[in-house]
């Protein structure tokens, strides 16, 4: 066990609070620099009074790592047979080298019985302040009301100097790897006509 006992102190207005997140590293010095486990916390969820948190540290990603989030909205609809799926918003959005042409948008699509629905797709924004917001809403036509779906999201961006760059995606669904993703499918499959809308990580792509 190593304690630090140390402080660091950020400037930070409520607005810039509620898209901000805090990316802590644990690096060993010796023989050279190296990052050996990194975990993200979203500054979104702090509130006025002071609080302690564990993290799970992961070990670092070799690629290059997102830690931008989605904003979602899923609701079941089993009398006309559709999964609504609203895209609300994106935040830490990566910076570009040129940001005045770079755009991002997301691309959602649902599986079930092996097959792969039509893809759909929000329209590209600017992002301002590290986030865009889209409030898009999709209907999925569902082949079976017998047999699970679950749903990829996933967000790129593009600029006029590169090609569009999936940047990561959020699974929905039963098997998704992500505990929030999971929570937020069973809420929505538990109870049809409800609106589940909860922020995700996107997971490598």
Known sequence: DVTFMETF???LSLQQLQCSALVLRLQTHNPRKRTVAEC???LRQLGSEESEHWLDLKQPSKSS???????LS???QPVSGRIQVKV???QNLPPSASPLSQVFFVKAEMHQL???AIEKKTRALRPSGGQCRWEETFHFQLASLEHACSMSLRLYSRSSVRRKQCLGQVQLGFDSPLPEAVE???DTMAHPEKEV???HRLSPP
Do not use: D, I, N
């Not at 790592?65 to 904003?71: F, G, I, R």
């Open 9 to 11: 102190v950020f400037a």
């Open 40 to 42: 993200v916390f979203s």
């Open 65 to 71: 790592v997102c830690h931008s989030e989605l904003h």
């Open 74 to 76: 899923t609701l079941f």
């Open 88 to 90: 609300l918003a994106a």
């Open 114 to 116: 092996g097959h792969v």
């Open 184 to 186: 937020q499918w069973k």
């Open 197 to 199: 809308t909860a922020w």
